[in-house]
Structure formats: C-alpha cells, structure tokens
C-alpha cells in the first residue's frame, strides 16, 4: 500500500487505516480510494476485526479529491474514470467505521468522513465543502449527507460559501459525536472502538445496516443526481479556471461560462 497504512489489533478486535499522503493533505486521489476500498474488503472478511478506525495526521484528515488529478478532466473523463463506484463499494462495508479526524476534513474529505459511521473530533478539526471556490459541487456525496446531517440552512450556507465549520460546530450541528483535545482523538476513537467491539458482532452489523436503511432508500437517488451535476461542472470553464487558479496560487476569475 503506498498512500495508506493500515494496523491490525486483534485484542480488542480493531484496524486502523490511516491515509498517508501528509505533504498532499492526504488529498483523496484514485489509488488512495482504491486502497481503502481493497483494505475495507479484506477487513469485513477478517473475523478477527469488529470495527475499523479511519484517520490522517494532526494536519489533516483530507484535504478533498486531488485537485491536480483532476483539473483538466472533461465531464465525460470524469464519467468514465467512474471514482464513483470505488466509493460505493466502501459505503457497502458491513463493519462500524469510525472516523478520526483532525485539522482539514475538506470536499471529498468532508465526504469521506460523512461517509463512515461515527466521527470522533479533535479540537482543531475544520469540516467544509470549498468545492464551490474551485467552480465545481461536492460529488461523494456532500451535498446528500451535509443536509441530512446539518439540515438544509446551514448545508446551503456551507455549500455555497465554501465556509469551514469548526469541531465545535459540527458537534453542535450533531455532524460529529465528540470533540476532544487534540492529543486524545485517537485514543477517545479507541475507546469508542473497544466499546463496540465487546458487542455482538451479528447484532453490530445488522443495527449499523438498519439504521443506514433509514435514509438509504432516497440516498442513491440523489447521490445519482448530485453526480450528474459534479460531473457537469467540468463542462464548464470555471472549473478549469477554479482549479487551475488553485494549483497557480491564485485567486480565481469565474466568467459564469
Ligand atoms: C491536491 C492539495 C489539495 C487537494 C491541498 N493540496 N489540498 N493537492 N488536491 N485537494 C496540496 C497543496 O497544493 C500543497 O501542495 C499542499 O497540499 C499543502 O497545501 P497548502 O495549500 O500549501 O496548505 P495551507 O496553506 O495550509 O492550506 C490548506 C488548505 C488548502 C486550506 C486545506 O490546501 C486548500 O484549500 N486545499 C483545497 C481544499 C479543497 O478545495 N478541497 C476540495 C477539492 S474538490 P504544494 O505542492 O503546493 O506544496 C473535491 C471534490 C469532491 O474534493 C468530489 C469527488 C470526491
């Protein structure tokens, strides 16, 4: 694994993954997504696993989708590259994934951590979907799992300024289950993991598919519709203009085309 590593504990039963791509931010790109996916398979195989942690460093969790993978793509690269599926696979994993984050949970890592099952916060933790700085829309999901979990105004607020939401406000928006000081994440995610851990695996996993069952229903429709408009976003010039002012250190000029 080159962008990942992963740690498995048998007593108690809990894997770790941590994304390792530090001086990039952990920024998410194709391989890196494919590792967790081949990971996540392996562990919902592996008996001796309950429940799977997901983190990055102290900086950040991720910085979103790699933008310089990105930046040149046309709508229909973006459609057939189909990152999607990659990231469908990992919502299918059977086991709890709690997501441990600190620093930047930004665009597709905002997404990733939503993604998983719970989120334990460090105090420095920052949530957004900036995507609308760099002329493009979340597409894992964002726009989705932000409004479930924060309701509509302060998703539309998020989403259409790009704004960060600190630890503290993502608790209280009930994004996240616990804040905690920087150095204890970790451990608090470990302690939460344990916990877990000591249930019954069978009754673990069916309560997780349950309870996920509650909005699955009209979340593939509207992740297919957030889709069609995040892949739209790279027939336009301002995506190009949006990512490109970003990789120059600039600020863009959005022309509306
Ligand atoms: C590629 C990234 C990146 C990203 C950071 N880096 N985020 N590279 N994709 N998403 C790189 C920078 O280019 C830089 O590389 C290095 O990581 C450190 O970042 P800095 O910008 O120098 O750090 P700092 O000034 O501390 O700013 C941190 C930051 C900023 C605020 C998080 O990096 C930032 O705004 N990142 C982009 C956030 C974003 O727009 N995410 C959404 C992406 S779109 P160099 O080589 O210059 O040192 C998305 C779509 C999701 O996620 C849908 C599909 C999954």
Redesign the pocket.
């Known amino acids: 694994m080159e962008f990942i590593k992963v740690t498995e504990q048998y007593q108690p039963a809990i894997a770790l993954i941590q994304l390792n791509r530090p001086?990039?931010?952990n920024?998410?790109n194709k391989q890196l997504m494919e590792e967790v996916r081949d990971t996540l398979q392996l562990l919902d195989k592996n008996d001796a696993v309950r429940v799977i942690i997901i983190t990055g460093d102290e900086?950040?969790f991720a910085?979103?989708?790699?933008?310089?993978?990105?930046a040149d793509k046309s709508a229909i690269d973006m459609l057939l590259i189909d990152?999607?599926s990659t990231?469908d696979q990992i919502r299918k994993t059977k086991k709890p994934i709690i997501a441990a984050v600190s620093g930047?949970a930004?665009?597709?890592?905002c997404?990733?951590a939503m993604m998983c099952d719970m989120i334990i916060a460090s105090e420095t933790a920052k949530f957004g979907?900036?995507?609308i700085?760099?002329g493009?829309i979340?597409?894992?999901g964002?726009t989705q799992r932000l409004t479930k979990a924060v309701g509509k105004a302060k998703a539309m607020e998020l989403i259409l300024t790009?704004r960060f939401l600190s630890a503290e406000e993502a608790h209280f928006y009930g994004l996240v289950n616990k804040v905690v000081p920087v150095e204890m994440y970790l451990h608090e995610t470990v302690e939460l993991a344990k916990e877990i851990a000591s249930m019954s695996p069978v009754a673990v996993q069916l309560a997780k598919e349950a309870i996920n069952r509650s909005f699955e229903t009209q979340l593939d429709e509207g992740l297919a519709f957030e889709r069609k408009n995040?892949y739209l976003t790279f027939a336009s010039a301002d995506q190009k203009e949006g990512m490109n002012a970003?990789?120059e250190?600039r600020k863009p000029t959005f022309s509306g085309r």
Request: hydrophobic content about 45%.
């Open positions: 001086k990039e931010l920024a998410l900086r950040a910085a979103g989708a790699d933008i310089k993978q990105m990152q999607f990231w930047f930004l665009g597709g890592g997404e990733f979907q900036p995507e700085k760099i493009t979340p597409g894992a964002g790009g995040f970003f990789i250190k």
